[in-house]
């Protein structure tokens, strides 16, 4: 005889391998107060309803707010048992509280309170990781803003391209952030209906109050199709997607960190805290930080596919293949959160080296196109220009010199155009 709250029509246990086999509770712990949330907002609407006595919801809420403090203080005791946090959290509530907590889960599914639960959690964390993105994006400010006169070079190919402020340079990533913070806010937005009430895939014929829940648990309104919203993991999909792309960003601005700290450029000090060194080469300093940001992009983008993967030509309505939905999305929040809470102090105790990205900047005839913007206004056509500045950087590169460096009369061997007011036009400052 199976002990478990579904078992009245099976004969036999569950075998245990696989109960250890499906068991979800171990992973999802973290829903456990939106779950109790979730309960309590249920038997409210219970008792409000008439579909339960009002003292029997008072005494399923009472045995509810129990159990959420035995789980705060760590008493709860987790076990895959109860397969998953719901049926746990119901279990301990019941024995609390007698055979009337059994009445709680009337006119309701799993499937519905699994996905209600995992929505609200989202939220939460959506708005923990836009709060996040907002503190990165101040650094990132302070960052410009004290550095402001600061002059380095402008790359594409990785080859230098034109001179910039290096305050450009680094608030090209606050904009990054900022798309990342609106993805974000898209998807709370879109997450703003409540499934609560689709019970296992077709509703419930008791006459319960969707559109109370749905404002009770922080929601809009209630979900429109009750077969849509149980079988519905958008909301993973998209999160593991928005948080990708956020990561695809931190990525690239560590591999510069990387770049910019090497010997070779020198634009830029990563403080001791954040780097680490050598076992064998005492003189190294490594940055490991940025380079294990940069590593765990993979996993992040194979968060993503593991959801689409796993969402892939699956049948309506509720299917078991969904609850593998958790542990790539746990990774994928938590992996995102940590990262931007490091990325922040380590861009704001970063040192920037003024005089060596200024000297970069200097070399590589980083101020070519301006000479070329230079000619237009002289009245050449740009293209024209552009061949004429580009056998200038040919005679430099042959006789070792920059264009600034040239005399006017040398200037005049490629154009009688040009005057004194070149040197002024093709400053690193101007």
């Known amino acids: 005889m199976s002990t478990k709250l579904w078992g009245g029509r099976f004969d036999m246990p569950t075998n245990k391998l696989v109960e250890s086999y499906n068991a979800t509770i171990m992973l999802e712990q973290r829903l456990c107060p939106f779950d109790i949330q979730g309960s309590i907002a249920h038997a409210t609407m219970l008792g409000r309803q008439g579909i339960i006595t009002q003292d029997e919801a008072n005494?399923?809420?009472?045995?509810?707010?129990?159990?959420?403090?035995?789980?705060?203080?760590?008493?709860?005791?987790?076990?895959?048992?109860?397969?998953?946090?719901?049926?746990?959290?119901?279990?301990?509530?019941?024995?609390?509280?007698?055979?009337?907590?059994?009445?709680?889960?009337?006119?309701?599914?799993?499937?519905?309170?699994?996905?209600?639960?995992?929505?609200?959690?989202?939220?939460?964390?959506?708005?923990?990781?836009?709060?996040?993105?907002?503190?990165?994006?101040?650094?990132?400010?302070?960052?410009?803003?004290?550095?402001?006169?600061?002059?380095?070079?402008?790359?594409?190919?990785?080859?230098?391209?034109?001179?910039?402020?290096?305050?450009h340079w680094i608030m090209a990533y606050y904009w990054m952030l900022r798309r990342d913070w609106t993805r974000f806010a898209d998807l709370y937005q879109r997450m703003g209906e409540c499934p609560l009430g689709s019970a296992a895939l077709a509703g419930t014929t008791f006459p319960i109050d969707r559109d109370f829940t749905a404002k009770e648990l922080g929601f809009d309104k209630p979900t429109e199709n009750s077969i849509d919203s149980v079988s519905d993991r958008d909301h993973m999909v998209e999160f593991t997607a928005a948080a990708a792309m956020c990561f695809m960003h931190l990525t690239r601005l560590s591999e510069e960190l990387v770049l910019f700290s090497s010997q070779d450029f020198k634009f830029i000090e990563l403080s001791d805290d954040f780097c680490t060194g050598s076992s064998i080469m005492p003189q190294k300093k490594n940055p490991d930080v940025a380079e294990k940001m940069r590593g765990k992009g993979g996993r992040m983008y194979g968060n993503l596919m593991a959801m689409l993967t796993i969402m892939k030509g699956i049948p309506l309505a509720y299917n078991t293949d969904m609850s593998e939905d958790k542990e790539q999305v746990y990774d994928s929040m938590d992996t995102l959160q940590t990262s931007l809470k490091i990325m922040a102090p380590m861009l704001e105790k970063m040192v920037i080296l003024s005089d060596n990205t200024r000297s970069a900047a200097a070399r590589g005839f980083s101020n070519a196109t301006d000479m070329a913007d230079y000619l237009v206004r002289k009245g050449i056509p740009f293209r024209e220009a552009h061949h004429i500045v580009g056998s200038a950087v040919n005679y430099c590169i042959k006789h070792r010199k920059m264009l600034e460096e040239l005399t006017l009369n040398e200037f005049h061997t490629f154009d009688d155009k040009i005057e004194n007011d070149i040197y002024e036009s093709i400053s690193l400052e101007g």
Do not use: C, W
């Open 59 to 167: 005494a399923i809420i009472g045995g509810l707010r129990q159990v959420n403090k035995e789980i705060e203080e760590g008493q709860f005791v987790f076990d895959t048992v109860d397969e998953d946090i719901h049926m746990a959290i119901e279990r301990r509530m019941t024995e609390i509280i007698g055979p009337v907590g059994g009445k709680l889960h009337t006119g309701r599914s799993r499937n519905d309170q699994t996905t209600v639960d995992s929505k609200m959690h989202m939220r939460s964390t959506i708005r923990e990781i836009q709060q996040d993105i907002v503190h990165l994006q101040k650094v990132i400010i302070s960052k410009a803003e004290n550095n402001i006169n600061a002059i380095m070079p402008g790359y594409t190919h990785l080859q230098t391209g034109q001179p910039i402020l290096l305050s």
